[in-house]
């Protein structure tokens, strides 16, 4: 089963192989939606979007490399598998290089299918608790004033909290009671809590 929410997007120009593709797909429990043409999911496609794309390379009109172009553009975070033909492998392994997941030559045995899409929907369930946690990083953030902002990146940066009264030219007790303030905001314990925090960012 997907995680909530996910569905495999098939794009293929040839019904015979959408048909199969959805008869494997649903078999696994997995929700399916197919369009034959690259134009088709364009026109459904939309930011929150989740799960995976498999994406025919050879299609007529848009193929499926410049679909996946139209998709860099827009920021899409759909992991992409392409299917292609022998003569298609050095042009997946470019797209490879510009970020798609995976890449599958026909005539593929069905289960190394299902293997590169379960691993594209992780990959997709991971990116998703990613971007999801470092918003509210972002926000944790948001909520610091200007000074105990400076506090922070001082004692990320490993400054004790003498040198950090040094160098803001506060004393320790203002030093000690930001600090306090910035661990309360950012939803954290320990210092070593904190740096992870701030490093997820970076």
Not at 177 to 191: C, E, I, Q, W
Request: proline share 2%.
């Amino acid at each position: 089963m997907t995680e909530s929410g996910q569905i495999i997007y098939v794009v293929d120009d040839d019904e015979a192989m959408r048909d199969s593709m959805t008869w494997l797909l649903e078999g696994e429990g997995w929700p399916v939606a197919t369009f034959a043409s690259g134009q088709r999911f364009l026109a459904d496609y939309h930011a929150g979007m989740k799960g995976c794309l498999v994406l025919d390379v050879r299609m007529p009109d848009m193929s499926g490399l410049e679909l996946y172009e139209h998709l860099v553009d827009l920021r899409c975070a759909l992991p992409v598998i392409f299917v292609t033909g022998h003569g298609d492998v050095p042009m997946a392994v470019a797209a490879l290089q510009r970020g798609a997941c995976d890449f599958i030559e026909k005539p593929f045995h069905n289960e190394d299918l299902l293997s590169r899409i379960r691993r594209a929907l992780n990959v997709d369930a991971e990116n998703a608790a990613r971007r999801q946690r470092d918003g509210e990083i972002t926000h944790r953030l948001a909520q610091l004033t200007q000074r105990e902002r400076e506090v922070m990146n001082l004692v990320v940066a490993g400054k004790l909290n003498k040198q950090i009264a040094d160098e803001l030219d506060i004393s320790m007790k203002t030093v000690e009671a930001h600090r306090a303030r910035v661990m309360d905001k950012m939803g954290v314990r320990t210092l070593a809590e904190l740096v992870k925090v701030v490093l997820q960012l970076n």
